[in-house]
């Protein structure tokens, strides 16, 4: 009897010292993550919409979808976006208008807009 009781305690320490210790191997992990380096540049994939950048485009699947594509633009400052359309180098191509100009735009699949 003794000895079932023995074994009995013996499970339950077990149990809680591999529980402990899976705990604090998930703790370990996250504080294991590095901090980010402040003088790293920061390139995600999508460009915050808050935050269009005028520039250089580049080539490559674009994922947004034409009403996205238009979103985008008008809050990069252009109105009156028409002709929309993703090109062969995934590119959204439209005409519009900005300072009372009319101007050729578009819209790479990284948010950023370029104008002619």
Do not use: C
Not at 91 to 100: D, N, P, Y
């Amino acid at each position: 009897m003794l000895f079932k009781m023995e074994r009995k305690i013996m499970r339950k320490l077990t149990r809680f010292a591999l529980a402990l210790g899976i705990l604090i191997g998930a703790a370990d992990t996250a504080y294991a993550q590095p901090a980010p380096d402040e003088h790293a540049t920061h390139n995600p994939a999508i460009k915050s919409p808050n935050r269009v950048i005028h520039g250089r485009l580049d080539k490559g699947h674009n994922s947004f979808t034409s009403g996205e594509a238009q979103h985008r633009l008008e809050k990069a400052g252009y109105q009156h976006v028409s002709g929309l359309a993703l090109d062969n180098d995934g590119l959204w191509q439209a005409q519009a208008v900005r300072h009372g100009h009319a101007v050729h735009i578009a819209l790479d699949y990284k948010g950023n807009v370029s104008a002619r």
